[in-house]
């Protein structure tokens, strides 16, 4: 899975940051804009193209989730605070992540944190960590919102890539590695630390019956994030942001997961987890 790997952003969000008092002792360089303030060590060139981008993202990530209306944040006070590392060690000793990780947001401090990797931050990283954060000012900590759908969240905001993530995964349904949405409730992408090690997984296959695969740590974090990001391409691309923000809106005002999805897509014969999973199947079989 070597090149999936190398497609995912792979990163974590945070409830509580790990990163305060680190961050407080650095000897940081500051730019601000209207929603952001990006700290950084060196290279001011590529701070300035941050805070740009950052700004563009957060207009465009909101409208594309339907939030547009909600998203009159992030201001003044309340400015995200970016922090780039100059290199990968000194972000992993500062933030405690696994090292399969690129970033991170700190939901609770409005926080991203990365280091200055020339391959796709500005692309990719960015726009990711910024909708961890837009997703969860807008369906707050109280209700059940699994993982699957806070990360797939932040790779859909990837637009870029979002054709190549249907085309993996259209490939992974045809190979029976498609982990079950009963496994993606039950797994913690967060706790597979341990790369080498051998974890056991239920599959779908196309025709539903249920099978059980043996993968590395690190297959399963890529094909986690695989799977995140196509069922939040489905939801999209099949029903629409208005249907996604109804769902959304559902979690945040307490519903359980299965009714949440009952109110927002009944009308389209889902009303469990596992008719989600029936259509997704449908969905990718009908573009071959």
């Known amino acids: 899975m070597k090149r999936l790997f190398s497609a995912l952003t792979l990163s974590m969000a945070v409830f509580c940051s790990c990163l305060l008092q680190e961050a407080s002792a650095q000897n940081w360089q500051e730019l601000k804009s209207e929603h952001f303030i990006v700290y950084f060590e060196q290279d001011e060139n590529f701070a300035k193209e941050v805070s740009y981008k950052a700004e563009v993202y957060y207009q465009r990530i909101a409208s594309d989730l339907g939030y547009a209306r909600y998203s009159n944040f992030w201001t003044w006070d309340n400015r995200v ?7 990968k060690e000194s972000f992993l000793k500062a933030t405690n992540q696994p090292t399969w990780s690129e970033g991170m947001a700190d939901y ?47 790779q859909w905001a990837e637009e870029a890539k979002r054709r190549e993530y249907k085309q993996l995964a259209k490939q992974y349904l ?23 090690k051998v974890h056991v997984r239920s599959i779908i296959k196309k025709d539903g019956e249920r099978l059980f695969l043996f993968i590395g740590g690190e297959s399963l974090v890529t094909l986690y994030y695989l799977e995140s990001v196509t069922l939040i391409g489905f ?7 208005v ?36 259509r997704l199947i449908e969905h990718l079989e009908e573009e071959k």
């Open 235 to 241: 939801l999209m691309d099949k029903y629409g942001s």
């Open 243 to 278: 249907s996604f923000v109804d769902f959304c809106r559902q979690l945040r005002d307490g519903k359980s997961l299965q009714d949440a999805l009952g109110a927002a897509y009944s009308t389209y014969s889902i009303r469990t987890l596992q008719d989600l999973e029936d």
């Open 108 to 154: 609770r401090n409005k926080q991203i944190v990365s280091y200055g990797w020339s391959k796709g931050f500005v692309e990719s990283l960015l726009p990711h960590e910024m909708a961890h954060l837009i997703f969860r000012d807008f369906v707050g900590f109280k209700g059940e919102v699994p993982l699957w759908l806070d990360e797939g969240v932040a």
């Open 174 to 196: 045809r190979q029976n590695t498609l982990l079950s949405l009963d496994d993606m409730m039950r797994v913690d992408i967060r706790n597979v630390k341990e790369v080498d």
């Open 81 to 87: 605070k970016i922090y780039i590392y100059k290199e």
